[in-house]
């Protein structure tokens, strides 16, 4: 995979596409803070999305739902570049060419959680579920009005601070948003520990987003009715 600016390669990569798309599933993997690099599908934060990707697709097994992937250009952020923020709009860009005005969820961890916050004032973004996402402070949060949000983080990140999601979720909530807040006890930023239970739940939470009927969800809905996200010590 070369730099998206040549001529020729896409931000979206599509991993499967249903005759008739109804709905769609964006996944986007992390980066790091800064880095000019290229971005590869091999490197760690990439194949980190792998399972993911896999329990998705088991969930949403119908016929009407596509699921694709966010290519980045580069690594990083890149501080006002907000690179992978301008890749994730071309994928949706991208998208709506492809398959037209269709609803869409989000999935992005840790800098592809903070693309997919900030992504969600494009409006046919129905919800966005955040995994161990990197919501420094002062992170906007006027993009999430009207949407549904659940932010997953481990209680023993090390990279990403799961004091600050639940203050972002606060701040979300206070905006108009309806967002929720899990916390995986012992859950690590790499998503290895209890790696079962982020899958499970973060598929949940997908599938509950696409089509709330055909999968309810009680998680999504008490952590999102929570009076207010955990407060860690």
Do not use: K
């Not at 097994?61 to 994730?88: E, S």
């Not at 967002?179 to 598929?203: C, N």
Request: aromatic share 4%.
């Amino acid at each position: 995979m070369g730099v998206r600016d040549e001529p020729g390669t896409s931000a979206l990569v599509i991993r499967r596409r249903p005759p008739v798309a109804r709905a769609a599933v964006l996944v986007l993997h992390g980066g790091r803070e800064e880095s000019l690099r290229v971005a590869r599908p091999w490197h760690l934060a990439a194949l980190r999305m792998r399972p993911f990707l896999g329990a998705v697709a088991a969930r949403t097994d119908r016929d009407d739902v596509l699921l694709g992937q966010v290519r980045y250009r580069r690594r990083g952020w890149n501080g006002a570049a907000a690179d992978p923020l301008r890749d994730t709009r071309q994928a949706l860009a991208e998208l709506r060419s492809l398959v037209g005005e269709v609803p869409v969820v989000l999935l992005g961890h840790s800098m592809g959680g903070r693309a997919a916050l900030r992504a969600a004032d494009d409006a046919r973004v129905r919800g966005v579920v955040a995994l161990a996402p990197w919501c420094p402070p002062g992170e906007p949060v006027g993009p999430l009005s009207g949407r549904d949000v659940l932010v997953l983080h481990g209680s023993r990140d090390r990279i990403t601070d799961p004091v600050a999601s639940a203050a972002y979720v606060t701040r979300a909530r206070a905006a108009g948003a309806r967002a929720g807040l899990v916390l995986i006890d012992g859950g690590d930023h790499a998503m290895l520990r209890h790696h079962g239970r982020w899958h499970r739940t973060a598929s949940s939470a997908v599938a509950h987003l696409i089509d709330p009927e055909a999968a309810p969800s009680a998680l999504f809905a008490e952590a999102a009715a929570a009076a207010e996200p955990p407060v860690l010590r």
